[in-house]
């Protein structure tokens, strides 16, 4: 079965310094993974997605990941936070095998930002 | 203008009450999906639509309905038998996906329930 963990519930950086989110997956299968964005009351926004082409994954508004399969991990990161990233982040893994591309959410990380 | 459109945003309704929540689509996907969201949990599957017709349960379908008419529109009913019904809903749409391949959804706003 497969599952994500995101290991951070809640991140505080400052303005202008880098950011850091971590998410481990368990797949038995060739995953997709996915960052997800939400501001308040809002629904989710695709930052970027990894489907088996290049490691490094770019996204919208600075943000990147690197898939590393050795380490299971897709850990989210931007050089130089801004205020307006303040939101929570999905990371979340999809069952490529079957089941119409079920998508399997991790628990979230609310990311905070100092001015 | 593509996207998804869910209504209303919030909805209020007295406990013993059944209520509709709409979700419309113009992407042209085939698959729809519902997930419901509490406060500090990630989002849990309800109901998802491959295909006009057809629909399958997710991971907490009790206590809710779907119905897929038409390719356009997803809505889902929260039944009265839904013990805990308050919660953020939001709904889904995707291309269908094939073995071996996934598709990114893309979500609407939300509706935020709210039964007392």
């Known amino acids: 079965a497969q599952s994500v963990t995101q290991l951070d519930s809640h991140v505080s950086v400052s303005e202008g310094t880098p950011v850091l989110l971590r998410c481990n997956y368990s797949s038995s299968y060739s995953p997709s993974l996915f960052w997800y964005v939400q501001h308040p009351n809002k629904g989710l926004q695709l930052l970027l997605k990894y489907t088996s082409a290049a490691t490094l994954v770019k996204g919208i508004n600075g943000f990147e990941a690197e898939f590393k399969k050795s380490e299971t991990s897709f850990h989210l990161t931007k050089p130089s936070a801004h205020m307006s990233d303040a939101a929570e982040y999905f990371c979340v893994v999809s069952e490529t095998s079957n089941q119409g591309g079920k998508l399997i959410f991790g628990q979230g990380t609310e990311l905070s930002v100092k001015p | 203008d593509g996207g998804i459109t869910q209504s209303p945003k919030y909805l209020f309704r007295k406990e013993g009450q059944n209520v509709t929540l709409s979700c419309e689509q113009n992407?042209?996907?085939?698959?729809m999906y519902w997930y419901r969201q509490d406060p500090g949990q990630g989002l849990r599957l309800i109901y998802y639509s491959q295909i006009v017709n057809d629909f399958q349960k997710g991971d907490i379908a009790e206590g809710y309905s779907v119905s897929r008419e038409k390719k356009e529109s997803f809505p889902l009913t929260v039944t009265s038998a839904q013990k805990n019904p308050t919660a953020f809903y939001l709904c889904a749409s995707s291309k269908t996906t094939g073995t071996g391949s996934s598709y990114e959804q893309y979500f609407g706003p939300g509706t935020r329930l709210t039964v007392t």
């Open positions: 992407l042209n996907h085939d698959a």
